[in-house]
Nanobody
Framework: QVQLVESGGGLVQVGDSLRLSCAAS????????MGWFRQAPGKEREFVAY????????TYTDSVKGRFTISRDNAKNTVYLQMNILKPEDTAVYLC??????????????????WGQGTQVTVSS
């Protein structure tokens, strides 16, 4: 079955960087479009970034543009989220998700078919 396993989260200070990884198994990775979401306590799951099957197209939510970069390595079945200049408002559980469809809709959790368990990112001021 499809498994997505995130890693790389932790406790950092304002302005620090982290790189999250999401290792996929049980699927032909290059056929899946991938996304990162985040969820803070008491808040809805929020879209962060999206990457197309071969990385030619990326999309970001406005609050992370210029600070976060999504990438993927299809040979390693892994998608990454490089997060720079972290802010307290970036604190959340970060989840990766896999999308089978080829639709243009990529920012809603409902657009994705498989999810990881998440990794906690805490940015301390």
């Amino acid at each position: 079955q499809v498994q997505l396993v995130e890693s790389g989260g932790g406790l950092v200070q304002v302005g620090d960087s982290l790189r999250l990884s999401c290792a996929a198994s049980g699927l032909t990775f290059s056929t899946f479009r991938m996304g990162w979401f985040r969820q803070a306590p008491g808040k809805e799951r929020e879209f962060v970034a999206y990457i197309s099957r071969y990385g030619s197209t990326t999309t970001y939510t406005d609050s992370v543009k210029g600070r976060f970069t999504i990438s993927r390595d299809n040979a390693k079945n892994t998608v990454y989220l490089q997060m720079n200049i972290l802010k307290p408002e970036d604190t959340a559980v970060y989840l990766c998700a896999a999308k089978t469809g080829a639709t243009a809709y990529v920012t809603s959790p409902d657009d994705y078919d498989y999810w990881g368990q998440g990794t906690q990112v805490t940015v301390s001021s």
